[in-house]
């Protein structure tokens, strides 16, 4: 059974991921893209970690962004 968190997570990686990854390239270039998808992942994933051990952000596609 997944916390709230690794589901918070799962869909953020479905549906903000994208939109992180659009802004992303549009900051840094799309010649960057492997390294922003690296670095979206990570945020994810660092998102998951902390939201497990801590409780939820109050907003999480801010925190993500952020």
């Known amino acids: 059974m997944s916390s709230p968190a690794d589901q918070l997570v799962e869909h953020f990686f479905r549906h903000e991921s994208a939109s992180l990854i659009a802004v992303l390239i549009r900051a840094f270039g799309i010649r960057r893209s ?33």
């Open 34 to 66: 492997e390294q922003i998808e690296d670095v979206v992942q990570a945020a994810m994933l660092e998102g998951m970690t902390v939201w497990k051990h801590h409780s939820l952000s109050d907003n999480p596609a801010g925190w993500i962004h952020q």
